[in-house]
């Protein structure tokens, strides 16, 4: 599983592996991707020469449908991406994790004797090592480290799941060095969750760990949050005759953690009215005839973000079922009914605290108006960021150009889905986990 430096990089150079950087990136980035790899690999044989060593691999995710479902136990349809993280990585006889990167200054570097949060570490790469490292050890029993260089394409700020895609990196190192790729991608996936959640402090669901660890296209259920049921979809765009874009509109999600921590407060507020803890076994009928009560007792917004989740976890099942039986026109009617109630019911393409800024609204608007066959709706979770677009091929390049005018250069992020997850790379092969 392991290789020298210089059995690694022969692979590369000869093109054995070319097969992989295709299925992982496609053709076009064949020749991008072994500069990257080769540029990582050297930097780590000379930080540690002699050593053993391997690529692990980790993708962001785009949400196709259930925009904010799964925290109330619902479905959602997901991909993973050809923006990612890499890391080539070697392990060490201590308890100690160190990570250089062109991001950073200074390494990551966390010593693993200690396996509780840090108040300190909230909101830095730092708590997601520790805390993926603690569930590992819960799993295992086992503490270990490594050393490695990183570089990440899928950046923060891009709607991408960076963190989530890091915090299953993470976990799927100590998984590929340390046990033997034992764990299963479901186990990866609660593992970077829990990071996410407990040490990290970003109140998320498990969808974007999922999306990360499984990879492909895929439906989620997660009726049974802990165990949700998985189908692989397929499906990638090739042939669709339409490209798939993230806008980043700018702002900041630091600020936002409350606004986003509202939105399954309140589903699960005008749940409880009905008897329900979660939105997630609320009938649409039981929803209609009572309404009153809901806003009486929840609020206006609870009622209407319900509302949302009940009629966009139906819409998601539809999407999957068009995208598994081709009809790609009827899908994109689905993506934009999606967009439209995530703006008038959801309410999370904008914050509740500033008119001045509202990247996404003003995304959406001038979108259309640039291409009108596009279609768009806001991406993950809202309120600032990134605006998802199906653009036609052929218009696509106008439509790069006349968007980076109002957002800015490279605002506009081109991707490419249904790649593998999380995988490692040596010599030989790809190195899926279990269930992969």
Do not use: W
């Not at 990183?150 to 340390?178: E, R």
């Not at 090739?238 to 980043?248: F, H, K, P, S, W």
């Not at 929840?298 to 068009?322: C, I, P, Q, S, Y």
């Not at 653009?391 to 605002?411: A, C, H, K, L, R």
């Amino acid at each position: 599983m392991i290789s020298s430096y210089i059995t690694l990089a022969s692979e590369i150079d000869s093109g054995r592996l070319d097969k992989h950087f295709v299925t992982l990136y496609g053709h076009l980035q064949v020749a991008v991707q072994k500069r990257r790899y080769l540029g990582l690999l050297e930097l780590l044989a000379k930080e540690r020469p002699g050593a053993e060593i391997m690529f692990v691999n980790a993708p962001g995710r785009t949400e196709l449908g259930g925009n904010h479902t799964d925290h109330n136990h619902g479905c959602v349809l997901a991909a993973a991406v050809d923006l990612d993280c890499v890391a080539a990585v070697t392990p060490v006889e201590t308890p100690n994790v160190t990570l250089f990167s062109k991001d950073y200054s200074n390494p990551i570097s966390v010593d693993l004797h200690d396996l509780e949060p840090h108040p300190e570490e909230r909101g830095k790469p730092e708590a997601l090592v520790r805390g993926v490292a603690a569930a590992f050890y819960k799993h295992t029993g086992i503490r270990c480290g490594f050393v490695g260089y990183i570089d990440a394409t899928c950046q923060p700020g891009t709607g991408l799941s960076s963190s989530a895609a890091f915090s299953v990196l993470a976990g799927s190192v100590f998984n590929f060095l340390f046990y033997n790729s034992a764990l299963s991608v479901q186990d990866l996936a609660v593992m970077a969750r829990d990071a996410e959640n407990d040490f990290f402090g970003k109140p998320c669901g498990l969808m974007d760990q999922m999306a990360s660890s499984v990879g492909n296209t895929i439906f989620i259920d997660f009726g049974n949050p802990e165990k949700p049921a998985v189908e692989q979809i397929g499906h990638t765009l090739e042939e669709t005759g339409y490209r798939l874009a993230v806008i980043d509109t700018g702002g900041s999600h630091v600020t936002l953690t409350s606004e986003y921590a509202a939105i399954p407060e309140e589903m699960c507020a005008a749940a409880n009215v009905l008897g329900q803890d979660f939105a997630r076994g609320v009938s649409l009928d039981t929803f209609l005839g009572s309404v009153n009560e809901i806003r009486n007792q929840a609020g206006d917004r609870a009622a209407l973000r319900l509302l949302h989740f009940l009629e966009e976890n139906e819409r998601v099942k539809t999407m999957a079922n068009h995208l598994k039986n081709g009809k790609f026109s009827e899908y994109l009617e689905y993506v934009d009914a999606s967009g439209t109630s995530s703006c008038c019911l959801l309410q999370n393409c904008a914050t509740a605290t500033s008119s001045r800024n509202q990247g996404i609204l003003l995304a959406l608007a001038m979108s259309r108006r640039i291409c009108a066959r596009a279609v768009c709706r806001v991406h993950g979770g809202g309120f600032a960021g990134t605006m998802q677009a199906y653009v036609p091929n052929e218009e696509f390049d106008n439509y790069i150009s006349s968007m980076e005018q109002i957002f800015g250069t490279g605002s506009v992020i081109a991707i490419r889905i249904g790649r593998p997850g999380v995988c490692g790379l040596s010599y030989s092969d790809l190195i899926l986990p279990q269930g992969n």
